[in-house]
Nanobody, 121 residues
């Protein structure tokens, strides 16, 4: 079993910055991917950013250079640096991590509890 603990959400004015963190703990042989999703009220959950075991990344189209995803492999932690925040970035942000627990284990993915990001005008 893997536990994810998210932190870093909060209230920020438009144009400001926030940094989200998500730390994974438990039985982890390898982390295959680490992703951030978000869900605004009345909208579907959407992918914000992803980083893979080779450090390749991809971003949602709406990010447009404003956000950066990174990871600290020693800490099993993924970060999302969000700059130039807009009101439309207001949402609950969820961490999603794909792992395997042994060399021949099956992959599993886990979700964090979510952290609220609110951007005011």
């Amino acid at each position: 079993q893997v536990q994810l603990v998210e932190s870093g959400g909060g209230l920020v004015q438009a144009g400001g910055s926030l940094r989200l963190s998500c730390a994974a703990s438990g039985i982890i042989f390898r982390i295959n991917f680490m992703r951030w999703y978000r869900q605004a009220p009345g909208k579907q959950r959407e992918l914000v950013a992803a980083i893979f075991s080779g450090n390749n990344t991809n971003y949602g189209d709406f990010v447009k250079g404003r956000f950066t995803i990174s990871r600290d492999n020693a800490k099993n932690t993924v970060y999302l640096q969000m700059n130039s925040l807009k009101q439309e970035d207001t949402a609950v942000y969820y961490c999603n991590v794909g792992t395997i627990t042994s060399a021949f284990g099956l992959p599993n993915d886990y979700w964090g509890q979510g952290t609220q990001v609110t951007v005011s005008s």
